[in-house]
């Protein structure tokens, strides 16, 4: 049981897809995981309106198994999406305020039977809205009273009125707390960018260290990840989730279509841009149906969307330096997970220092809205930071021991976890690696990972085959950080009389790279020796990695640098097609011995496959 002093601020995101939580005791994240990793249920669900009132018990369970509570004991609950701000701007279709109280939550609202049938009303709503706010009106009810049978110990005694005391949190204000007060910079200016909150789509703001002031919004229907999502949706792909397949694939194409994609998207000035709802079709051809095959027009229509993407943010950063006069830019939101992008505002943007937020997608909500409440009611910002992101479950000696005992499989027990692993990795063996506390974000970051070498030129189709992705899809790189800068670099930036008293302090700079969210160019004459790793336009997605963050991880990458020269990895997500990353031993077992990965490294013991 807690102590009395002790209080913990829950936070939530359920409300569009990647479900989450995460939990903060005394002004420190212990805790945060996305529903995805216990239910296998790619983004915890789909987003849609009807999707609204599935909250995600199992990663609250988990949060609330970390500090041994039960919601009960939990004082505040941050909830990262605000209903009443789409009830105040009247765009609810059968909403009715005509109550004599003029209290919004007394309103009465008409649930049409079949939203789908009724014509979509003009503007930015939907026949669909009063479904959906009335799922997320109605969640301390529904966190309270649907919990899993198998869950329901954990929110015995809770009410929708009590103990805890319910707080909703704007969607873009969570965004934009799970950037600024997890970023290392003592004040910063912010930007976030997604599909949609309740109105907004893109948030400026700044913080000095005590206080946040938003500076301005754009607001639907003018939306850069809805633009996204569209153009992945005529390109073949799954929306709200196929993306980054878009940014990979912009590479191999021209930006032959850049006056048709300025015809969608344009920036108007002082930070404001605008997107068109013009017809896909008509400006593009037809769309790509799912699985049929990528012609070059389907290169060029990514690489025309990628470009448009970076023009457009860095005329919105450069608005955002001025209007502020910060030196420093902390993102979040979906569209922060565009690497490439951020890696053009890291070097051709005007900020000396640019961080991204790991979980920037909607499950970092929950981190943002449990922080901003926390801030709220402390009147100061803690001194936690967001030094890692391996926030997620872990496995002890024992218990994995006991799971791969009773499943009957024959393993050993290694001597040396990094060594003897560096020795499988060096005979171009590809292994499961199952390490240590789950990562909180999409990024695989070395706890649940596929390892594999990078100097086998085959080793990037070996792996998508293993996987069953596409071709078109590299591999990333991990690599020791106090390393990084012999194999990888930023592009030379521009410099000028603002960052001149930064330039040594940026060297180190833009080789650190823990959470995977910057291109990197290979360094001269390193491409041939990690050849799996290099994408086609001469670009890797970097992580790195110190011994502080991950001592494993770290002496792995050091022993396999002793046996090959090389102190460089691949490292893809530990999952295959179609599923999320593994999180249980269980999950690892059952993916390694469904897949075609030649060996299982959880915790000290090893699997393998006969060769």
Known sequence: MPSPATHYTLGINAAFHDSAACLIQDGQVIAAAEEER???????????????????????????????????????VAYAYDPWLQVARGAIPGLDLSDETGDPRSAFMQLPLMPSAHARPTGDGSPWDPLFLSYIVNAPRQLADGAPHHLQNRFRGLRHDGPCKWHNVEHHLAHEASAFLAAPFE????????????????????????????????????????????ITWHLGFLHSSDEYKVMALASFGKPSLLPEMQALASYGGNGAYTVSDRDLTELLGPARQRGWPLEARHFDIARSLQETLESIVLDMTRWLAQETGERCLAMAGGVALNCVMNARVRDDGPF?????????????????????????????????????AYLGPSYGEAEIG??????????????????????????????????????FGPRALGARSILASPVDPGMQQRLNQIKDREDFRPVAPVVLEEKAHEWFQAKPRRTSEARASLQAHEAHDALYAPYMLFVYGIAPGRAARIPAVCHVDGTARV???????????????????????????????????????????????ECFWASPLDALVIGPYLLEKPQ
């Open 38 to 76: 216990f239910t296998h249920v790619k983004h915890g669900k789909r987003p849609v309106p009807f999707s609204a009132w599935e909250l995600p018990y199992h990663a609250i369970d988990y949060c609330l198994q970390v500090a041994d509570i039960e919601m009960r004991d939990v004082q505040d």
């Open 187 to 230: 004040r910063c200016a912010v930007l976030t960018m997604d599909g949609r909150g309740e109105v907004a789509t893109t948030s400026y703001g700044v913080f000095d260290g005590a206080r946040y002031k938003r500076i301005k919004q754009i607001d639907l229907p003018n939306s850069l990840g809805l633009l996204y999502e569209r």
């Open 352 to 388: 000396e220092q640019v961080w991204v937020q790991p979980a920037a997608g909607d499950a970092g909500t929950a981190l943002g809205a449990a922080l901003w409440v926390d801030f709220e009611q402390r009147g100061t910002r803690s001194d936690w930071r967001m030094e890692h």
């Open 402 to 439: 006991a799971f791969l005992d009773e499943a009957k499989l024959r393993y050993r027990r290694l001597d040396d976890v990094a060594r003897e692993t560096a020795a499988l990795l060096a005979e171009n063996r590809v292994i499961g690696w199952f390490q240590g506390r789950m990562e």
């Open 543 to 589: 992580q790195t990695v110190n011994a502080s963050q991950n001592p494993l991880y770290h002496a792995l990458l050091t022993e396999f640098e002793a046996l090959t020269g090389v102190p460089v990895l691949v490292n893809t997500s530990f999952n295959t097609r179609g599923e999320p990353i593994v999180c249980s031993p269980r999950d690892a077992i």
